[in-house]
C-alpha cells in the first residue's frame, strides 16, 4: 500500500491551472506561441519562488489564474506572456530589460505598464481616484491591453479576497465598483464587469448578498416551467419563419437587480427583468423581424422598450 501511495504524485495547483490555461489556449493559438506561454511560466514561476498567496497557495497561482481569463476572451500571445509575469517586476527582481531580452519588447512594455498602475493602487485614497483614473486611461490610449491585464488581475484579487479584515475587503469592493467595474462596461467586457459587481456587491454587503442570492434561487425554481415554455415557443416561431436565429435564456446580474431594488425602492417580485432571453440574428433586418415576431407573442411595456440598434449605449454596444 504504501509504495502505491509513493509513487502517486498529487498535481500540485499551478499545475492544474498551466494545464487548463494551455488546453484553453490550444483552441485559438499555434504550438510556438503556447511554448512561448509555458517558457513566460516557468520563469515566472522561478522568479516568485518562495511567495505565497494568502490562501497558501505558490504566488505562481494568481498570474496563470489572470492569464486565464484572458485566454477566455481569446487574448494573443504576448497578452498571455504579460498575464503571467504581470507581477515579476513589483514583487521579485526582475526588471524591465530582462523581460525584453528573455522574452520581448512588447511583452516587457506591457508588464511595465501594468506595474505602474499597481504602484498607484497601493496608495489609493479617496484623493488620488481621481489621479488613479486619469492614469488608467493614459495606459488606454497606449494599450489597451495594459488595462485588461489589470482588470483581470483585479477580478482574480476580488475572487480570493478570503479572510481579509471586512473593512480591507469594503475598501477594495468600493474601489472596485468606483474605478475597474466601469471601465470594463466602457471597454464592453461585460462578463468581467458583472464578476466584479457581484463579487464587490457581496463583499460589502455579504448579508444582503445572502438574502438576494437565496431569493433568487428560489424564484428561479418556480419560474423554470414559465421560462421554458418562452423559450420554446420563441424557438418554434423562428423556424415558422424559417430564421437562422438563435435563442438563449439568461440571468440578470445580481448586483444591477439589487441596484434596481435599491433605487426604484421595489421588492423582488417588482423587478421584471430578473431573466431575460437573448436572440442572436445573423444581420439587422433579421434583428428587426425578430423584434416583430416577439412583440407579436408578448406585448411591449410601453415606455419600457428601448432599441439598441438605432441608439446605441454608450460603449458602442447594439442590439
Ligand atoms: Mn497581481
Redesign the pocket.
Known amino acids: 500500500m504504501l509504495q502505491v501511495a509513493d509513487t502517486i504524485e498529487l498535481e500540485r495547483p499551478q499545475e492544474k491551472l498551466i494545464r487548463r490555461l494551455c488546453s484553453t489556449l490550444s483552441s485559438y493559438l499555434d504550438q510556438a506561441q503556447i511554448d512561448d506561454c509555458i517558457r513566460a511560466y516557468e520563469f515566472g514561476a522561478k522568479a516568485h519562488t518562495g511567495q505565497f498567496r494568502k490562501s497558501g497557495e505558490a504566488y505562481i497561482c494568481?498570474?496563470v489564474a489572470?492569464a486565464i481569463s484572458l485566454a477566455e476572451m481569446r487574448m494573443d500571445a504576448n497578452c498571455i506572456m504579460a498575464a503571467i509575469l504581470?507581477?515579476v517586476i513589483e514583487d521579485t527582481g526582475v526588471d524591465k530589460q530582462e523581460l525584453a531580452k528573455t522574452f520581448n519588447r512588447e511583452v516587457s512594455e506591457l508588464v511595465d505598464g501594468v506595474t505602474k498602475l499597481t504602484k498607484i493602487d497601493s496608495k489609493s485614497h479617496a484623493e488620488t481616484q481621481a489621479e488613479n483614473v486619469r492614469k488608467m486611461f493614459l495606459a488606454m490610449g497606449k494599450d489597451l491591453r495594459v488595462i485588461m491585464v489589470k482588470l483581470a488581475?483585479r477580478l482574480h484579487n476580488m475572487q480570493t479576497l478570503g479572510a481579509m479584515p471586512a473593512e480591507k475587503k469594503r475598501r477594495i469592493a468600493r474601489e472596485t465598483l468606483d474605478i475597474y467595474a466601469p471601465i470594463a462596461n466602457r471597454l464592453g467586457m461585460n462578463s468581467i464587469r458583472h464578476k466584479l459587481e457581484t463579487l464587490s456587491f457581496q463583499a460589502m454587503y455579504p448579508r444582503r448578498h445572502a438574502i438576494l442570492d437565496n431569493a433568487l434561487k428560489k424564484a428561479r425554481g418556480n419560474r423554470r416551467k414559465i421560462i421554458d415554455v418562452i423559450e420554446n415557443t420563441l424557438k418554434n416561431r423562428i423556424k415558422q419563419a424559417s430564421m437562422n436565429c438563435d435563442v438563449s435564456g439568461r440571468e440578470k446580474n445580481l448586483y444591477s437587480i439589487y441596484q434596481k431594488m435599491l433605487h426604484k425602492k421595489v421588492s423582488l417580485n417588482d423587478v421584471f427583468d430578473v431573466y431575460a432571453f437573448r436572440i442572436f440574428c445573423d444581420n439587422v433586418d433579421d434583428c428587426y423581424r425578430m423584434m416583430g415576431i416577439v412583440h407579436n407573442l408578448y406585448k411591449p411595456i410601453p415606455g419600457r422598450f428601448k432599441d439598441y440598434i438605432a441608439v446605441p449605449k454608450a460603449n458602442g454596444y447594439q442590439s
Open positions: 494568481h498570474p489572470v504581470h507581477d488581475d
